[in-house]
């Protein structure tokens, strides 16, 4: 049964501006639906849909009143628990609601649309090209993410009980490839699906669904939305193995094999990214996050220190998942001799932009240590400003410098909480890394 409902009133009754990181452009999504009465949302779980590429990519949240405010998390379901990703920057005009994602510039703008439902679109405001996607959500809980053509009981295998380990090669529309491990287990208890793929840029994070009947042919059907990035899997089983498709956002697919393989893994992420010939340190000074500063890895306050340096963005849920781990792990071991520098790279060039995309950051995440405007969000950008790179792949990378300031080790990617036990191996490593350069 749902609870009462709350009406989402207009920000300034909330006290809820958007600050600096508004764009112009979300200002005029919410202005152009019009409208006199702000939307109604039901207190309670909610089940969305994202329409793109004549897929459909369900997603769950949850509305909530905190301190007497309205408060949207998104919630995605994987290997090891869920995630809950707080949504507190709601403004209404007219008949629409604007509700910013998380630390991303995107934004999901809603009006209702009858009683406990809801349509709109997910608006990227700093795509690129304009990233507009229509959505549509309705009130209460769902027995299934995803709803079969027809009811149909599909056998279980130990494999997928298990959580076992796949080879996995995904293939874009230009033919290339790419290897990836991917994990899918299922509930016994109510048959869902949580998974999760692992590539060399890092992991896919939070997957769920559920096993449906399409044409009566069983299809593995996962999906993920965290603000950012909307993920659709759509995978046919052939006995243990798995062939399908992959849809990214507006316009992105792919498609995969997935061959059961207990021993599969990805290349060392310590060999994918080095320094070149004849260079052993980092020499970059880049400007802080706030106006006048400079972070140089030279400065006093890291001499005789162990370094890592973090390179992300705040348009990247993997950097999202490191910077998660990172804040609070700095303020339990920066007594001990140890540093981190945060090299941003953004989708602006402008630095008053892109810095304040970085503040937000830092806030949310509760971010002690410095963070830099480093340049802009693609692979030529960060080979430019750190020329010592050889094959930069991904956003993050992570660098140990030793207390000398020279490169120990260069780690690509990350995997996050949403692959489990990978996540607990990849913490394992980290610190075993930092250990060994401060007994040095």
Known sequence: MNTPIVR???????????????????TTETAAAGGTAAPVLTLGPWRGVLATQGQEIPFLFEVKTEAGKPVVYLVNKGLDGEERLRCEEISSAGDSTTIRLHTFDAALVVRADGKDKLKGIWVKYDAKDPYR??????????????????????????????????????????GKTYPAVGIFKQNQSDGSYTGTFLTTTGDYRYLSGNMVSRAKKPHLMLSTFDGNHAFLFDAIPDKNDYKGDFYSGKSSHETFTAVLDPTAKLPDASTLTYLKK????????????????????????????????????SWCPNCMDETNFLAPWYEKNKSRGVEVIGLGYERSADYKAASARLRNMRERFNIGYELAVAGVS?????????????????FPTTIFLDKKGNVRKIHTGFAGPGTGKYYEEEIASFNREVDKLLKE
């Open 8 to 26: 989402l009133v207009a920000t300034a009754a909330l006290g809820l501006g958007l600050g600096a990181c508004q764009s112009n452009t979300a």
């Open 278 to 313: 004849g260079e052993t340190r980092l020499n970059f000074k880049f400007p802080s996050v706030f106006e006048g500063g400079v972070v140089d890895p030279t400065a006093p306050r890291y001499r005789g220190k162990v370094v890592v340096v973090q390179i992300l963005g």
């Open 133 to 174: 996607v229509p959505m549509t959500a309705t009130a209460g809980n769902s027995n299934d993410l995803f709803i079969s053509d027809e009811k149909i009981t599909f056998g279980i295998s130990k494999a997928q009980v298990e959580g076992q380990k796949y080879r996995v090669e995904f293939r874009d529309s230009e």
């Open 378 to 394: 693609n692979k030529d950008s960060v080979a430019k400003s750190l020329p010592q790179l050889a094959k930069f792949l991904a």
